[in-house]
T-cell receptor
Framework: DAGVTQSPTHLIKTRGQQVTLRCSPI?????VSWYQQVLGQGPQFIFQ???????GRGNFPDRFSARQFPNYSSELNVNALLLGDSALYLC?????????????FGPGTRLTVL | AQTVTQSQPEMSVQEAETVTLSCTYD???????LFWYKQPPSRQMILVIR??????QNATENRFSVNFQKAAKSFSLKISDSQLGDTAMYFC???????????FGTGTRLKVLA
C-alpha cells in the first residue's frame, strides 16, 4: 500500500505570497495532521482533521488554514508568507480517532520563503 | 503544558554496539502514549516504537527497546547491535489520550560509525 504522499516536494515563494500544500493519507485513514518542522527542531503541531472536521489547532497565526476533503486528502494554506515560515511541512495520517491510533508521516514539503 | 526534552543533541556509536537515547517529559495526565520516531537524512519520519503509559512492561521491537519510568517521566530508547542504517535524527514524542496532538522533542542526531 502507498504511504502518505505530499506535494509538491519543494517550493520557493517570496514574502507576502500565498502557498497551498497537499497531502494524501494512507488508504483507509480518515485523520490527517499537519506539522511544521524548522531546521534543527522537532515538528510543531499545526492542525488535525478527522472526518473533514477540525479536531485540533496548534499555536499558529490565522494566516495558516487547512481543510480536509471527502476523500480524506487535505490541504494546508499559508497566506502572507513570512521568512520565518520557511520549514519542512509534514503531513501525518492515522486510521481514525481512537486512542490507539498511531500517526504515519509523509516525506514532507520543503518551503523556502525568500 | 506538556513538554518533551531530549538533552543529547548528538551521539555516536560504533557499529554493532549498543546506544541509549534519553527523553524526559512533563505532564499531569495519567493516560498517554510515548513514541520514538526516526528521521533519516531522506527526511521521512518513521515510527520506531510506541509505549502506552498504562502498560508497565517496556515495549520492544527487534533491536529497539525502551526503558519507561513513569514516576520519573523518563522514556529512553536503547538500540542494540547498531547498524549503519540507524544513522538518523531520533525524536521522542508524547500524546495524551484525549487529543491526538503529538508533542515532539528537539531530537538527537545519532551517527553509527563503521
Amino acid at each position: 500500500d502507498a504511504g502518505v504522499t505530499q506535494s509538491p516536494t519543494h517550493l520557493i515563494k517570496t514574502r507576502g505570497q500565498q502557498v497551498t500544500l497537499r497531502c494524501s493519507p494512507i488508504s483507509g485513514h480518515k485523520s490527517v495532521s499537519w506539522y511544521q518542522q524548522v531546521l534543527g527542531q522537532g515538528p510543531q503541531f499545526i492542525f488535525q482533521y478527522y472526518e473533514k472536521e477540525e479536531r485540533g489547532r496548534g499555536n499558529f497565526p490565522d494566516r495558516f488554514s487547512a481543510r480536509q476533503f471527502p476523500n480524506y486528502s487535505s490541504e494546508l494554506n499559508v497566506n502572507a508568507l513570512l521568512l520565518g515560515d520557511s520549514a519542512l511541512y509534514l503531513c501525518a495520517s492515522s486510521p481514525g480517532w481512537g486512542s490507539t491510533d498511531t500517526q504515519y508521516f509523509g516525506p514532507g514539503t520543503r518551503l523556502t520563503v525568500l | 503544558a506538556q513538554t518533551v526534552t531530549q538533552s543529547q543533541p548528538e551521539m555516536s556509536v560504533q557499529e554493532a554496539e549498543t546506544v541509549t537515547l534519553s527523553c524526559t517529559y512533563d505532564t499531569s495526565e495519567n493516560n498517554y502514549y510515548l513514541f520514538w520516531y526516526k528521521q533519516p537524512p531522506s527526511r521521512q519520519m518513521i515510527l520506531v516504537i510506541r509505549q502506552e503509559a498504562y502498560k508497565q512492561q517496556n515495549a520492544t521491537e527487534n533491536r529497539f527497546s525502551v526503558n519507561f519510568q513513569k514516576a520519573a517521566k523518563s522514556f529512553s530508547l536503547k538500540i542494540s547491535d547498531s547498524q549503519l542504517g540507524d544513522t538518523a535524527m531520533y525524536f521522542c514524542a508524547f500524546r495524551d489520550s484525549g487529543t491526538y496532538k503529538y508533542i515532539f522533542g528537539t531530537g538527537t542526531r545519532l551517527k553509527v560509525l563503521a
